[in-house]
């Protein structure tokens, strides 16, 4: 990137990151709740698996589809009133799945809570990119963390209050983004002036541009089958633990945390490794190394199982970082819509793949639904094979 206003040109500011994390925290704890309470949803307006899948899809159209065309605006001018309204929303939308028991609206109030998390990302991650310094893939990993963590808290606080209280304590889980709100006004004119710096950014020329594309594409067909494995473990771990294993329920939601905590710890690790070895060699690498755990959830007992899935967690999400700062760099005159691509449209796309797996379940178990799974992280390793970024990058310089 050839802009003098690149992240590259300043020192990480951790504070603004942290704030952000946070933002990212409580919005993906909405998002990261919503498959823990499928059985909960099913059981209370008594779904099949495919119909239960179709919540998940819905609310992954809502919040990762359409979230480049969120991006296309953040790009267009300032729009850090996205970061509050997203958050909001995402916690309105969850919060008020106590108050019905219609499918529809059910189906509607996840697609808000959806549309929250979608608005959130693409601005935060653009912002957060004007504050990670030069060790970019390090910095962003500040702010992705806190998605990570927000995906593995949901399960458990969202589990926890209706195990609690009944699914109407699940309203209680608004309290989060209120209290983010709060916190982000008081470094508002800090975040308004960052937002200014993306008009300043460079345009890579045409040539480079289409074969920034090129490796772009590749990029997003693995980030889909990584999703999918991600989506996938996070949806039917806690149907192949309660109703295959026999394991309890409350403890099915901290086996999802079990393994989205490991993510959490991996996005960190993943992104210094990354920023030393490099993006493209990790990713590849923790791709491999995720083909190879996988079969490990079918052999190991009920309680190694918790540890198996920290470390797959750990391997499979550790990429997570690398993959967006990748086409950052690429379209460093988009960094909304890249961000937006990543973390939007790829991940949508992949979880669509959740569907399917459900019609696996219903009509073949729902073990073998999760073995289906196994041959996703190995496709996801051939597609990054045709990746040429480090040649794409240099071309934008």
Known sequence: MTSSTSSGDQEMNLKILLLLSFGHLVTDIYQGALPAILPFLKDRLALSYTLTGTILMAANFASSVIQPLFGYFSDKREKA???PLGSLLAGIGLSLLPITHSYGIVLLLVMVSGLGVAAYHPEGYKTASFFTGKKMATGMSVFSVGGNLGFALGPFLSVTLITYWGFPGLSAMVIFALLFVTLLFFHWGTLKTANKLSATQARPRD????????????????????????LGLMTYIPFYFIDYLKGDPLYSGTLVSSFLFGGAMGTVLGSVLADRWGLKPFLVCSLLLTSLLFPLIFIVPELWLFVV???IGMV??????ITIVMAQQ????????ASGLMVGFAIGAGGLGV????????????????????????????FSLFIRYPLATRALD
């Open 330 to 337: 690429l379209l460093p005159g988009n960094l909304g819509i």
């Open 81 to 83: 009133l996205l970061l």
């Open 207 to 230: 040539e480079a541009r289409r074969g920034a594309y090129v490796s772009l594409f590749f990029i997003i067909i693995t980030v889909i089958m990584r999703t999918w494995t991600h």
């Open 316 to 321: 499979l999400i550790s990429s997570f970082t």
């Open 309 to 311: 899935l920290t470390v």
């Open 355 to 382: 569907t399917l797996l459900g019609v696996i379940a219903d009509r073949f178990g729902v073990e073998t639904a999760l073995k289906s799974i196994l041959l996703l992280p190995v496709l996801g390793m051939g």
